[in-house]
């Protein structure tokens, strides 16, 4: 029961396997159909030599002509049709092993009816296992092939010898059916596993040479990002190393808001290519980028072959990509803790290339997620080294930017000096704390007037609001509106230029003088 169940697995349960390595098959066969067309055209050419010497063989010389005819035509037909067609190879191998199984029976029941059908039987073993094919075919050619004995056999043989020549038939027949049934699963899947080894060895090299590039990538990458110290300079020339690499038009950084929308933070745009870092500033996340977060969920990176088949995916999405002149687009989020922080992309990179873009983006996940905290633990520190923590002022290092002249000197400039009058007194009756409090409340009437970013705690009850392009008039009124709401309880120099012609330092004294003399001004009068 076993071997009747190999039998019809065999035929049947390794068709996947043929169609998958068929391109090897069709070779294989092409070469051993080479071979065994070149041995029969020798062979009956041979054969209608000796029918010219030999009588026996003098009564059907046509058939070896007529064989040799055949063979030269499978052969040529070889030669300039089967490189077009696979098709034309395997119908030249079923007609070479039923040709062949044909001579077998015009052998047996023509030429010599009177034998035993010996001839028949050796073409019914060897020429179905000459070439590879699938066990159901092979079959069927057999099957074909002993219908087509007993039709011819039964009318050219005697009663006798026919009798005898089909119990062979049939026992040899069923056992050729067996035998080219598992020859044939055998050669199959013998081929099968030389191509997985193809394959594999193939595949090996392949991820060796991309895990190569890969390591080539990031060194690269980390090189050139070591030139750098400061995160915002490593994030920027991570984008250029990138847009660079994988022949982007723009490489970017969008990230989330406070309100839930994002902005683009980060960009860098080949030669030719316009910015559109200003244009992508608080995109909303309903209804547009939660589609891309959507797809991230499902698929990690979210690779756009051609902009306008992706329209029917998201039209929000489509009509803040076209007017950027985008075609193809590979992008993947920023995650930190689980939680998405933005999301980073390359504009128009090579169609061809994606797949391997969007692995070596990847990789830059991590990176980029790893850039931005730092970004914000290096502004956090730089921060609390910049703030005074009484009063939630800057302190004189926040001035630094000043002093380096790192602003624009043909622009107006205004300083508002401002000192406490008094504090000593408050400290010596109601102490400290009564002094501290003093000084916040003089603190946050300079900042609602002046703005909390432009105020700067420079010593202990000492403060200069610094106002770079700000007007005379604003200058004025912020002057007018200092003096009403802090009345005696400090004192206030302030200067205004048109133009920044001496150092920062130079109009910061000129403020403090005044500052100074509206002060002796103050303790003059207290001692009438």
């Known amino acids: 029961m076993s071997a009747i169940a190999d039998f019809f697995s065999s035929l049947f349960f390794v068709n996947n396997e043929y169609k998958e390595i068929e391109d090897q098959i069709t070779g294989e066969n092409i070469y051993r159909l080479n071979i065994f067309s070149i041995i029969a055209m020798i062979t009956f050419a041979a054969m209608r030599v000796m029918s010219f010497i030999e009588k026996t063989v003098s009564n059907n010389g046509f058939v070896y002509l007529g064989y040799l005819i055949v063979d030269f035509c499978i052969f040529i037909s070889l030669r300039f049709l089967t490189e077009k067609n696979k098709r034309i190879v395997s119908f030249l191998v079923h007609f070479f092993i039923f040709h062949l199984l044909v001579f077998g029976i015009i052998l047996g029941t023509i030429i010599s009816p009177q034998l035993i059908t010996v001839s028949f039987i050796a073409m019914l073993f060897a020429a179905t296992l000459i070439f590879v094919l699938p066990p159901l075919n092979v079959n069927l050619i057999i099957i074909g092939s002993v219908v087509l004995y007993f039709l011819i056999a039964r009318k050219t043989q005697s009663d006798e010898i026919f009798s005898y020549n089909r119990v062979n038939v049939v026992c040899f027949g069923a056992v050729s059916l067996l035998v080219a049934s598992f020859t044939m699963k055998i050669k199959i899947q013998s081929l099968f596993y030389e191509y997985e080894n193809k394959m594999l060895k193939i595949s090996d090299k392949a991820n060796a040479e991309k895990h190569k590039a890969y390591e080539s990538f990031i060194t690269k990458m980390l090189r050139n990002a070591s030139l ?23 490489a970017y950084i969008v990230e989330s808001n406070n309100d839930g929308t994002f902005d683009n933070t980060y960009e860098y745009c080949r030669e030719g290519v316009a910015p559109q870092i200003d244009v992508l500033q608080n995109v909303p996340y309903d209804n547009v980028l939660s589609v891309w977060f959507d797809q991230y969920r499902r698929s990690h990176n979210i690779l756009i072959y051609n902009l306008e088949e992706y329209r029917k995916v998201s039209e929000p999405i489509y009509n803040i990509l076209k007017p950027q002149n985008i075609n193809t687009l590979v992008t993947g989020p920023i995650s930190f803790g689980g939680k998405n922080i933005g ?74 000096m401002c000192d406490i009058n008094g504090l000593k007194t408050v400290n010596d009756k109601q102490g400290h704390d009564a002094g501290d409090k003093f000084i916040i409340r003089t603190a946050e009437i300079f ?66 003088r005044l500052m100074y003399e509206q002060k002796d001004a103050f303790y003059e009068r207290q001692k009438v």
């Open 228 to 250: 750098e110290c400061e995160p915002d300079e490593v994030i920027n020339r991570l984008l250029q190393f990138i847009c660079t690499e994988t022949g982007s038009d723009r």
């Open 343 to 416: 999301l980073y992309g390359v504009d128009n990179p090579p169609a061809e290339k994606m797949d391997t873009i969007s692995e070596l983006l990847d990789m830059m996940e991590f990176v980029f997620s790893m850039m931005l905290r730092l970004r914000d633990n290096a502004r956090s520190i730089q921060k609390s080294a910049e703030l005074d923590q009484l009063t939630d002022c800057k302190n004189r290092k926040a001035l630094n930017w000043a002093y380096e002249k790192r602003f624009n000197e043909n622009k107006p400039f205004g300083i508002c």
């Open 447 to 512: 900042k609602d007037i002046c703005g909390k970013e432009n105020v700067y705690r420079l010593g202990g009850d000492e403060f200069a609001a610094v106002l770079p392009g700000i007007s005379k008039e604003d200058m004025e009124q912020k002057k007018q509106l200092l003096e009403l709401q802090l009345g005696n309880t400090a004192s206030v120099g302030i200067v205004w230029r048109e133009k920044m012609e001496i150092s920062f330092e130079e109009l910061l004294n000129t403020a403090d």
